[in-house]
Each structure stands twice: as structure tokens, then as C-alpha cells.
């Protein structure tokens, strides 16, 4: 197993976490009523392509076993997504409980589902903020769904975000001054 440092923008993301860690305040998503002109079974296809073909999802957060500090790992179990059928009144029910704060270590960092009942179908989506913010989400996820729905899949391989994150934390230490230099004098 491979172990990559957290970024810092993550480090103080879980940080916050771990003192509120009964807060959903780091989830992003929400539910989704979907029309019912979706095919729900392709949909689920292309849901699981894009979970797939992205290491993000495979991340996990672990302690190194070396020096105990908190890392991630690229190499995870994606959890597929399957559409599930409920009745309506299980369905409401289901609703208070789906935004949940995330158990961080070893755990996946992101939920969806879809479900199914006899009078719509809905998409349920939270992703961990320390991997996905709302940029990634729409970009990453939403518009890739869209695509491979539509049958347009990506013919390019997918960034790594285990290789980002590795680069990242071979910058030199000046490269990375003149960005944090630049941006505090922009803020």
C-alpha cells in the first residue's frame, strides 16, 4: 500500500472535522428528484463508469504505519452503485437519515445512491469535502455522469489524483511560497 500526505487544504479540512465530528458541515451533495424520462439502469451505468475510472474514489484515509501520521491511499474498494427499489412511505422514512457525518479512517469518502419508488426516482449524492468540493463535484461527477449517459465517453485517461498529490508534495518549498505570497495578496 501506497501513502500519500494530505494536502494542506485537506489537513485543516480534517482538522475541523475531528472537532465537530458528529457535524455533516464537511458533506457536499444533496438529493435529487430525477426525471422520469432517465433511464435509471443506464444511469447507474454511467454513475459507476465515472466511479471507476477516478482514483479519488478510491481514497481512504489511514494512519502510516510508520510515523502514524494521517494519510490517504489511492487503492480502496469503489463502492458500485445499484438502484434501489423502496415504497414510498420507506422512501420518506430513508430521507432523515441519509446526510451522515463520515467515519474517516478506512472508510469510503463518498455516498450515492439511487432509488427507486412507484412515483419517481431519486439520486442521493454526498461526497467527503477534503476530496470533492462543489467545483469537483459538478465538473467531475455530474458532467462525466452526463456524458457517459449520453454514450460520449471520455476518449482521454482521467488525471490521477494520487500522482497531483505526489507532485504537489515533491513542489520545492520557494515554488510554493510564491503561490501562497501571491494569493495573500490577492485576498
Known amino acids: 500500500m501506497k501513502y500519500y500526505p494530505l494536502r494542506p487544504v485537506q489537513r485543516w479540512l480534517i482538522d475541523t ?4 465530528a458528529k457535524s455533516t458541515m464537511m458533506n457536499i451533495g444533496g438529493l435529487f428528484k430525477l426525471s422520469s424520462q432517465i433511464d435509471v439502469q443506464r444511469f447507474e451505468n454511467a454513475i459507476n463508469e465515472v466511479l ?7 481514497c481512504r484515509l489511514a494512519f502510516h504505519p510508520e510515523t502514524s501520521d494521517l494519510c490517504q491511499t489511492f487503492d480502496g474498494e469503489v463502492m458500485p452503485v445499484i438502484v434501489e427499489e423502496w415504497t ?43 476530496t470533492m468540493d462543489g467545483v ?3 465538473i467531475l461527477f455530474f458532467r462525466e455522469i452526463d456524458r457517459n449517459y449520453r454514450g460520449h465517453k ?6 490521477s489524483y494520487a500522482e497531483f498529490v505526489e507532485e504537489e508534495a515533491n513542489t520545492p518549498p520557494e515554488v510554493l511560497a510564491e503561490g501562497h505570497e501571491y494569493w495573500e495578496k490577492m485576498m
Open 136 to 138: 469537483s463535484v459538478a
Open 17 to 20: 472535522h475531528f472537532n465537530k
Open 88 to 130: 414510498d412511505e420507506e422512501f420518506q422514512l430513508i430521507k432523515k437519515y441519509l446526510a451522515e457525518p463520515y467515519e474517516l479512517i478506512g472508510k469510503p469518502l463518498y455516498r450515492v445512491y439511487i432509488f427507486k419508488t412507484p412515483s419517481a426516482n431519486y439520486l442521493y449524492v454526498d461526497f467527503y469535502h477534503a
Open 52 to 58: 471507476n475510472a477516478h482514483d479519488i474514489f478510491r
Open 154 to 159: 471520455s476518449k482521454r485517461k482521467p488525471l
